[in-house]
């Protein structure tokens, strides 16, 4: 099985800068604005972007771990403290099928936000659900066949790969 390398780390901390900056002008607004990253490389992409965000806005930018099983995520609870009507953006490393991006945003939909915003790094075009979305850093047309992942090692991201 061959590997190919989509992004490189130096790729990908640009793309995260990127990314930073097109959240705050989507959030430019916000007093407050709550990340929320999905468990595993999307919580340590959305804790990327908040140290980002904090270094370039005054937004007060609170971090928040989801937690869920991407098999099974109706049986799920999420235990994330956010007062209704906040804003919020949601983050995951890459979207594949739309699955666990759409459960996610159900979920989040029971905190009732005033605004809801998706941000990913990778964006396939396979998606099965209709989610998307509104903040990527790549976009990337692969096979059903292919899986796209970020590689972190020691809290640093070494790269995105296509298997």
């Known amino acids: 099985m061959s590997t190919t390398e989509i992004l490189n780390a130096e790729e990908i901390q640009f793309k995260i800068q990127r990314l930073a900056w097109e959240l705050y002008d989507r959030h430019s607004h916000a007093k407050t604005l709550h990340v929320v990253g999905i468990k595993d490389n999307g919580y340590w992409l959305a804790d990327q972007l908040v140290t980002r965000l904090r270094e370039i806005s005054d937004i007060d930018v609170t971090l928040h771990a989801m937690v869920m099983d991407k098999d099974n995520p109706v049986l ?27 459960w996610a945003v159900i979920k989040l939909m029971s905190f009732r936000p005033r605004v809801l915003s998706t941000t990913v790094l990778v964006d396939r075009s396979h998606k099965r659900y209709p989610v998307k979305a509104d903040v990527k850093g790549l976009s990337l047309s692969t096979t059903l066949q292919e899986t796209v992942q970020l590689n972190v090692v020691g809290g640093k991201a070494v790269n995105v790969y296509l298997v």
């Open 76 to 102: 799920d609870e999420i235990q994330i403290d956010i007062p209704e009507n906040a804003e919020l953006a949601l983050v995951d490393d890459v979207l594949n099928s739309g699955r666990t991006l759409l």
